[in-house]
């Protein structure tokens, strides 16, 4: 049969040998592309090629819950679920979904012949026994860290930081649902060669590492930490129970955090919670995200809005709350910022606001790291809004709430 292929190949002339693909964004496929575009998006200097094909291409047997079906092969898995008509939910639901397709966040992992492993990135194979229902095994991601951290994120509590050497244990968690080209810890993000972990060996490690840096919070970033839902939950409820009365941080860019997403963290645990809806006006969120879907764009973004004030509005006595976004000259204006300062306000003037100064990175090493005074000038024009507790990050430390500065 005829079908239509994607295939990526490499530019030999954009690519500098850097080893990203050898080392942490690795080809699962077996040595032929399976289409899955898991290297298009992880390659720093986007030395990828993608071509659609229509190419010649046989059927393979499987199985998929005791029921045989013919997929084409040289697909992954999860092409070949979809080609039989098994559908993957919104990220963030419950159920079968692939939210990073990059390898990292394992949330679409399905048991293959036994094991727990990951539908986006698995190319399928004659024989193959594929079975859906995960409830009963335990979940699994790629975890980094865990390290102490001086600052902690943006909604760690300001007042927390001083006199004390470091703030928060925390990990990063593999995998994103966007596609940011100034992605600040892409070898975390696109990370799909690392040994996963289950919620409870992540717990264990963090609380040790708290225990030894005798930080007050633990904290999970990422990546998105919120794409795999059973494995963040059962993570949390493992950390409570081994942190009683800790402050436990979620880091998210809020794209798709749902209410009964949140009621099931705080729920779990979870009583600080960080999102960072990064702009205002959906062109520059286009920009700052690489999501070039503008339905999706607009989606994410008018989401990280409302989750922010669904947390805010309904549970600001038991969690502490912080807002971020990511400064920078080359994609936003100081109108954009005042923008932003005037939709905090009407959340709440008080909400805990940070502003990072993102610096060159990853496919974006053109930028510059905004000087010391821009950001004193973004941290201005947002308390002329209103807000109450700005902190900026600065290439110098960071400066909070009544000129408070901690260095680096
Ligand atoms: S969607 Fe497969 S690992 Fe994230």
Redesign the pocket.
């Known amino acids: 049969m005829k079908v239509s292929r994607r295939i990526v190949t490499i530019n030999r002339e954009r690519c500098v040998k850097c080893g990203f693909c050898e080392s942490v964004s690795i080809c699962h496929g077996g040595g032929k592309c399976i289409g899955c575009l898991a290297c298009y998006y992880a390659c720093p200097y986007e030395a990828r090629v993608l071509r659609l094909e229509e190419v010649e291409c046989g059927l393979i047997k499987i199985t998929v819950d005791g029921v045989e079906y013919a997929v084409p092969e040289g697909f992954s898995v999860?092409e070949a679920l979809e080609a039989i008509g098994i559908k993957f939910v919104e990220p963030g639901s419950k159920g079968l979904?692939?939210?990073?397709?990059?390898?990292?966040?394992?949330?679409?992992?399905v048991l293959i012949d036994g094991g727990l492993e990951?539908?986006?990135?698995t190319p399928v194979k004659y024989g193959m026994r594929v079975e859906l229902d995960v409830e009963g095994v335990e979940p699994l991601r790629?975890v980094h860290g865990p390290q102490p951290h001086r600052i902690g994120g943006k909604a760690t509590p300001w007042w927390e930081v001083d006199g004390v050497r470091y703030v928060e244990a925390a990990i990063w968690l593999?995998?994103c649902n966007l596609r940011c080209p100034q992605c600040q810890n892409y070898h975390v993000t696109y990370d799909?060669s690392s040994r996963p972990m289950t919620p409870l060996e992540a717990a264990r490690r963090l609380t040790v590492c708290r225990k030894v840096y005798g930080t007050s919070g633990l904290a999970v970033s990422g990546g998105e930490p919120t794409?795999?839902r059973r494995w963040l939950i059962e993570f949390f409820r493992c950390l409570r129970n081994m942190n009683p009365g800790a402050r436990l941080h979620l880091d998210s860019n809020g794209t798709i955090l749902t209410r009964s997403y949140v009621d099931e963290l705080v729920e779990a645990g979870c009583n600080n919670i960080g999102i960072e809806p990064k702009a205002i006006r959906l062109e520059t969120y286009m920009g700052i995200t690489g999501i070039r879907d503008e339905e999706l764009a607009k989606r994410y973004l008018e989401n990280s809005w409302n989750i922010l004030e669904y947390v805010v509005s309904s549970y600001s006595d038991r969690v502490y709350v912080g807002a971020g976004f990511a400064y920078n000259p080359a994609w936003m204006s100081l109108e954009e910022v005042a923008e932003i300062g005037d939709r905090i306000a009407s959340i709440d003037p008080r909400l805990q606001v940070t502003v990072l100064d993102y610096f060159p990175i990853f496919r974006r090493r053109d930028i510059r790291r905004p000087a010391v005074s821009m950001m004193l000038e973004v941290k201005r024009v947002l308390e002329e809004r209103g807000l109450r507790t700005v902190i900026v990050q600065t290439s110098v430390g960071h400066f909070g709430p009544g000129g408070r500065a901690t260095p680096y």
């Open positions: 999860k979904t692939a939210p990073c397709g990059l390898g990292g966040c394992w949330a679409c992992a990951r539908a986006c990135i790629i593999a995998g799909n794409l795999n």
